[in-house]
């Protein structure tokens, strides 16, 4: 019942990948998304995916990486059936729809393995301002929370009587109300309740406050951003200069 | 002991309020002190709270009147930052209180907003968690956490301001006997080790007596009672408002009025006993 909520908790994994500087991670995610934006012929946008699958391997994270891809699925059939039916070819119309997965399946290796404490830290080096990082922190902090929440809600509204899957589309659509005002309410004492706590620890004293962790490459992190990079070259050489038949 | 707090002739009125919140408060806390704040609901506790942090008036506009003085600065003078190194504030629902996404990063929060160099914000998390024995809980995220260990971990994010003051706003309310008693342990080895001074908005009486100094009692926004916690406990007035007196203590009063006076007001049934057997002999 609560998997839904535990879908937006991120789970620790132990994998070398995971160990890596998250702004590493994030250069493999994009050049694997610049490949797969470039790529023209199907062999090529197959390879992407193949490599990301194996990525996603060597991170213990397939099944993870593999059910975004299956469920991006289904909005890749429809930019394929759009595509014939606007009369692009069978070949291209199926190159766009791959497309459209690899680059789903090459942004998400960074998100799926990226703690959103690392997150933090990129956004910050990256040069995001403080509030914004910080509101982008409690939002992922308190989803999980606010959906328990609402699960706890629904149990309540239905041990009163609530029958949330009866009646038609405008019916269900009204059962709804008896969860979402608690649940709007809850959620503003909620966040009055963090503002007070966080102006009680000094949020915002300071206009260039500290951090106990910073980000730091290792050798590693080095010579891993260092090969993908020469990959990067490689596969860009080859996009201009080999003809691949589509 | 010097004093901490200095509340003088304090009166507070909401921005769009009618009625005032809070009436001609005077209060002094010496240092060192556990004081208990009880008075019925709406009674304006966790207003004089937020008056002793400086979220009255940093936080909430209205009518301020009188003054309150914490370790000798104004708190209507001094910025969030300075008033959050005196003074920490610790509310009912700790889920709230946790920003972030591990133990270690949620208690360098405070520290980290003051800019605080990276080897202190270091050895004060280190130091607080080991104070509050939840080294373990380091690198625990937020929902792996149970309701007494997210407590301490918002009071460790509280503790490690190094306040002199810690106020806590009816903190056991939502978690179960064992786990309440437990707090209250904490906060009597925090007072007895570091010397933090303590206010606590509590309901539970049985468990705070014991260890407060004072009991202070409010109701519509005035100090009704204040006292030792025996004195508050054993004055007629103080079934009034509505406070539920420990069943010893009442005994006590139902006792006095039949004409047997006991040396000490009790306020737990093994001193009531104690006295009981001393009558006796
Ligand atoms: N932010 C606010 N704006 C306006 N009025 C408020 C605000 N917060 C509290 N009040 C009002 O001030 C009065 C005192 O509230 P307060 O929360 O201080 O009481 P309390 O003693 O803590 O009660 P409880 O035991 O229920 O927590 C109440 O009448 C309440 O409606
Ligand atoms: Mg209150």
Same mark, same amino acid.
């Given at each position: 019942? +609560? ?9 620790? *994994? ?20 610049? !490949? ?35 469920? =991006? ?17 069978? &070949? ?5 729809? #791959?497309?459209?997965?690899? !680059? ?9 393995? %990226? ?5 933090? +830290?990129?956004? $910050? ?19 999980? *929370? ?44 909620? =966040? ?21 962790? $910073? ?11 260092? *090969?993908? #990079? ?17 | ?28 806390? $010496? ?36 003054? *309150? ?20 504030? @610790? ?86 006997? $064992? ?25 539970? @009486? ?9 009991? &202070? ?31 010893? %203590? ?21 001193? @009531? ?9």
């Amino acid at each position: 019942m +609560h998997w839904v909520a535990g879908g937006f908790v991120f789970r620790r *994994v132990e994998s070398p990948f995971h160990k890596l500087d998250p702004r590493t991670k994030l250069l493999i995610s994009l050049e694997f998304f610049a !490949i797969s934006l470039l790529a023209f012929a199907i062999i090529q946008v197959a390879i992407v995916l193949a490599s990301v699958l194996f990525v996603a391997v060597y991170a213990k994270s397939l099944k993870r990486i593999g059910r975004t891809i299956l469920m =991006s699925a289904g909005f890749a059939g429809f930019i394929f059936a759009i595509n014939l039916l606007f009369g692009v070819g069978l &070949v291209s119309s199926l190159l766009y729809a #791959l497309r459209f997965l690899a !680059i789903v399946s090459s942004t998400s290796i960074f998100f799926v393995t %990226t703690s959103p404490d690392e997150l933090e +830290h990129t956004m $910050k080096w990256l040069g995001v301002p403080r509030d914004i990082v910080f509101a982008f922190v409690t939002a992922v902090r308190f989803i999980p *929370v606010i959906m328990l929440d609402a699960f706890q809600i629904m149990d309540a509204q239905k041990s009163r009587g609530l029958e949330l899957e009866k009646g038609n589309f405008v019916k269900r659509i009204r059962n709804m109300v008896p969860i979402l005002v608690p649940l709007v309410v809850n959620s503003v004492v909620r =966040s009055g309740e963090l503002a007070e706590a966080m102006e009680s620890r000094a949020y915002g004293a300071t206009p260039k406050p500290t951090s106990l962790y $910073k980000l730091r490459l290792s050798r590693k992190d080095k010579s891993v951003m260092l *090969v993908s #990079l020469l990959f990067f070259a490689a596969v860009l050489y080859i996009y201009l200069r080999v003809k691949v038949p589509v | 002991m010097g004093s901490l707090v200095h509340i003088e002739k304090l009166s507070f009125r909401y921005l769009e309020s009618k009625q005032w919140t809070l009436s001609e408060i005077e209060l002094e806390v $010496k240092e060192g002190e556990i004081i208990i704040l009880a008075g019925p609901s709406g009674c304006g506790k966790s207003t004089l709270l937020r008056c002793m942090n400086g979220l009255i008036p940093h936080m909430y506009p209205g009518d301020y009147q009188g003054s *309150v003085t914490i370790d000798g600065i104004q708190v209507r003078e001094e910025p969030m930052g300075i008033l959050a190194q005196k003074v920490g504030l @610790l509310f009912q629902n700790p889920e709230n209180q946790i920003f972030m996404f591990s133990v270690e990063r949620d208690i360098a929060f405070g520290p980290e907003n003051l800019a605080l160099p990276r080897q202190e914000i270091r050895s004060r998390v280190d130091e607080t968690m080991r104070l509050l024995g939840i080294e373990p809980l380091a690198q625990r995220a937020p929902h792996e956490l149970s309701d007494g260990q997210k407590q301490r971990v918002a009071l460790a994010g509280v503790i490690a301001m190094r306040p002199k003051l810690v106020i806590l706003d009816e903190p056991t309310s939502l978690l179960d006997p $064992k786990t309440a008693s437990e707090l209250v342990s904490l906060i009597q080895d925090l007072n007895t080790r570091l010397g933090i001074t303590f206010v606590v908005v509590e309901h539970r @009486l049985d468990l705070l007596t014991k260890l407060a100094t004072r009991m &202070v009692v409010m109701n519509e926004g005035r100090k009704v009672l204040d006292g030792k916690p025996s004195e508050v406990l054993s004055n007629e007035r103080v079934g009034a408002y509505g406070i539920v007196v420990p069943s010893a %203590t009442r005994l006590y009063s139902e006792l006095a009025k039949e004409g047997v006076k006991l040396a000490r007001v009790p306020l737990a049934p093994s001193e @009531l006993t104690e006295q009981l057997r001393r009558i006796r002999r």
